[in-house]
């Protein structure tokens, strides 16, 4: 294994699966928390929840190259808009499973869904300003008609 590698720059990641630490020395991530990162080494990170710095990534808790890091610009609102609603739109999805919902389950994965391929894609830094404006528009509305159809009839909030 190569050696651990400060970061020289601000980094953040936004966890893309589910991590259930096992032990005090490893942390527990949810889908859509933020996390700063530190070091790196191999595809694997250590650093700190961004929420709260106490509950830190140990060198036996390190987000595996399947919770690919994004790197965040802190100049994107919408962004961090776009993770916020991923993680409150989980919650219900979760309780719509629990609560054996399947059709909603199935509506409220495929938004998120739409909003992750989204997500990646104003991250990426390759669109021309004409479709980034484009995709601004077709987020916003995204999640306006997500937030109505999570807090209608039969689903939970």
Known sequence: MAPWTRTTTERYGVVKWNFV???EKQLSLEVGDT???QEVCDGWYRGYLARNKSQQFSSMCVCDSRDEEVVMST????VKEVTTTLREWG????????ANKEGR???VQRLMWELMEWRSQLLSGTLPSDEFKELKQKVTSKI????KYVSGPGCSR
């Open 144 to 147: 306006d008609y997500g937030n």
């Open 21 to 23: 630490g096992q032990g």
């Open 35 to 37: 996390v700063h990162i």
């Open 105 to 107: 389950v199935k509506q």
């Open 91 to 98: 919650s219900i999805w979760k309780q719509l499973f629990v």
């Open 75 to 78: 100049e994107m609102p919408l």
